[in-house]
């Protein structure tokens, strides 16, 4: 049963990145749906925060191998 | 209010000519990595960095792309001019403008500083390469250069350490005010004469420069194009016959850790998910690495060495008999690596219509993506011995797809064109110096591909694998069934479904499965043939033996027309997205991804009957 639980958050998870990148206005609103969920039952702070700074992120652009241009990590190739 | 003004950065900006080093003068000031390479139009937009000078002092600092000069003619350097005359769109005027000047060559670049000083805003001048220079003889007289141009002159050698230790202790105590203003109608090249006579000592013109002789070989259009060719050849032996040793000693771990997760984990649906999922899928993925470490090892050679303007320069005819100017080579030449950055190379290109034909080629490029593709398929399909004993034929064969690929991109631009008639204007290329690679930004450079190349693995291919898995287990088959359980899976029925498309163009329905994850990433499609085989044919070792595996159950016409389709493959989404943001529409999305199918099917359609034609129906 524990297996089976791993597995189905391992892919709901990986989902979610895949729904995150081609479609992140959905996952933006996801997000936000799960935050107000988490006000309302009282979650951890620090669990709300992370939730609110997911709602409110930007996709990634380019090929997904990069840190995005004009950032510390390299630009594009 | 005077301290206020104090604690906020400095906005200052990185102008000058491509390719006189700003961007290497950006990552030495601000501790960046972007891009840097030896020839021009390698920055192509703005990027943005923070730096704290000696006393404290915040400075944001821009690199803006190259400009010749600020009468822009080209998106690249509409983004220069635009910025410096404070027009750029939520973007304030610089308070400082640090043009940067290449001391080898200022006879072209003083010619800019000099049209950046009309500007009449607070500005330096950054005097870099000046070992280089001085390596050539030339002494500058930089106290009396700055005299004569009225703002303040530093020297810089922005590749080495601490090399802007001078313009960093400048920007204690920038300059408040614009020099004086010079005439409208200043004949701005007599008074380049004029400094370079005043200022510029040279050694006399006395035996031929090493550069010039070899010049003489590398830009003929005999020799060079031979000296080109053979480049090529060898870079594409090299892949292969280099990365062998290090890809078996993958393999050999891949292989290794697959069977050390499926003992020490029990039986049941994470062991399958872990093996079968992300190790066969992953583990088919990066055995690939040391292959597209060489490519790259090979590109970034030639990048340092200033060769690549020269081969421009000697394709520059042949590009143009198909309609294409010189300029379109560097944005093509970069797909090879990515077509994401090889477009966005593309706004160095004046004529939007060039512009926009280059952008439909790109993806034609083979890019490292494609690598691991070509590479699993020829290792399986193509014996592995040498042609004339110096020859791997697998490398030639690898040379030849390459070469496909290239030739399919004339003919396309040829037919774009409609008979090759060149609109853009005649190709002006700057060649520089020639420079001997530095092993630590080469170092650099093969370190940050690998990390690209991870990064993919760990989350584009790893995450594809684990829902492939999925696809591929669930539902399971009802009780009482024969087939393959896959065959009841939601992926088998995907690739059933899609088999009647594809069946005439010799594909089964495995490839077919494996070409739906391969839109977001080429590569993704040897994972997850890798997951497919071994979901579905209970394979133990599906990572460590796709390649036999592939040649033991697929036909030699079905692998070929495998190829032909991945020459031409419907690119990636992020291809699609960047088309759409450089283009700001959907329209040339849309006639990219419907050409690129049309081609790739005709193309497999073709190669699928001549080789059955020959045979080649056997599995």
């Known amino acids: 049963m524990i297996e089976v639980l791993i597995v189905g958050v391992l892919v709901v998870a990986c989902g979610l990145y895949w729904l995150g990148r081609l479609a992140p206005s959905v996952t933006r609103g996801l997000w936000r749906g799960t935050g107000r969920v988490l006000d309302v039952v009282h979650a951890p702070v620090p669990v709300r925060q992370a939730v609110a700074g997911r709602a409110g992120s930007t996709s990634a652009g380019g090929c997904g191998g990069c840190k995005g241009c004009g950032k510390d990590g390299g630009g594009c190739h | ?619």
């Open chain 2, 1 to 619: 209010m005077d301290a206020m003004v104090e604690t906020l950065p400095l906005r200052a900006a990185l102008v000058g000519n491509p390719n006189c080093g700003k961007t290497a003068l950006f990552n030495q000031l601000t501790g960046s990595r972007q891009k840097v390479a030896n020839y021009a139009g390698v920055t192509v937009e703005r990027k943005e960095g923070r730096l704290t000078t000696p006393a404290g002092r915040g400075v944001r600092l821009l690199d803006l792309p190259g400009a010749y000069s600020l009468t822009a003619t080209s998106p690249d350097e509409a983004v220069t001019r635009d910025v410096c005359a404070g027009r750029y769109r939520g973007e304030p005027a610089p308070e400082l403008l640090i043009c940067v000047l290449s001391a080898t060559n200022l006879r072209l670049h003083l010619r800019f500083a000099l049209e950046v000083r009309q500007l009449g805003r607070p500005m330096v001048v950054v005097l870099n390469m000046l070992d280089a220079a001085r390596r050539q003889g030339m002494v500058i007289d930089v106290p009396r250069l700055q005299h004569e141009l009225g703002v303040p002159v530093v020297t810089a050698v922005a590749i080495r350490k601490n090399g802007a230790t001078d313009l960093l202790d400048l920007l204690d105590h920038p300059p408040l005010t614009g020099p004086a203003p010079s005439a409208k109608d200043e004949d701005l090249h007599a008074t380049v004469r004029r400094l370079l006579t005043e200022c510029v000592s040279r050694p006399s013109a006395g035996t031929e420069a090493l550069e010039d002789r070899l010049d003489r070989w590398v830009l003929s259009p005999v020799t060079g194009l031979l000296i080109l060719f053979a480049l090529m050849f060898v870079m594409f032996q090299a892949v292969f016959s280099w990365a062998q040793p290090l890809m078996d000693s993958i393999d050999a771990g891949v292989s290794a850790f697959g069977e050390l997760v499926r003992h020490v984990l029990p039986d049941g649906v994470l062991q399958s998910l872990i093996v079968d999922g992300v190790i066969a899928g992953a583990g088919t993925v990066i055995v690939f690495l040391p292959q597209i470490l060489i490519l790259f090892l090979w590109i970034l050679v030639l990048e340092e060495s200033g060769y690549l303007p020269r081969a421009a320069f000697l394709l520059d005819r042949i590009m143009a008999s198909a309609g294409l100017s010189g300029r379109s080579f560097i944005p093509l030449l970069s797909s090879f690596a990515c077509a994401v950055p090889g477009i966005m190379a593309t706004r160095t290109i004046q004529n939007p219509r060039d512009r926009l034909i280059t952008i439909l080629l790109a993806p034609l490029m083979t890019c490292s993506a494609r690598l691991p593709v070509y590479t699993l398929l020829i290792a399986a399909f193509v014996p592995d011995r040498y042609v004339g004993g110096v020859f791997n034929l697998h490398g030639l064969v690898l040379f030849t797809l390459y070469m496909a690929a290239i030739g399919s991109a004339l003919i396309v631009a040829w037919v774009l064109k409609r008979g090759g008639k060149a609109t853009e204007h005649p190709l002006l290329l700057e060649l520089p110096a020639y420079r001997l690679p530095n092993l630590r930004d080469l170092g650099l450079g093969l370190w940050q591909r690998a990390v690209i190349f991870l990064s993919r693995v760990g989350t584009i291919i790893v995450t594809l694998s684990v829902l492939l898995w999925a696809l591929s287990s669930f539902p399971a088959p009802p009780a009482g069934a024969t087939g393959p359980a896959i065959d009841y899976s939601l992926a088998g029925r995907i690739g059933h479904w899609m088999l009647p498309l594809f069946a005439p163009i010799g594909f089964n329905w495995q490839i077919c499965v494996a070409l739906i994850p391969g839109l977001a990433a080429r590569e993704v499609a040897v994972s997850a043939l890798g997951t497919v085989y071994a979901v579905g044919g209970g394979e133990t070792d599906a990572a460590a033996q796709l390649t036999p595996l592939l040649s033991a159950q697929w036909s030699l016409a079905t692998a070929l027309s495998l190829l032909a389709w991945y020459v031409f493959a419907p690119q990636c989404f992020s291809t699609l997205a960047v088309i759409r943001r450089e283009t700001g529409g959907w329209k040339m999305v849309v006639v990219t991804a419907t050409y690129l199918f049309g081609l790739a099917y005709a193309a497999s359609f073709v190669t699928w009957r001549v080789a059955l034609a020959f045979g080649g129906g056997a599995s």
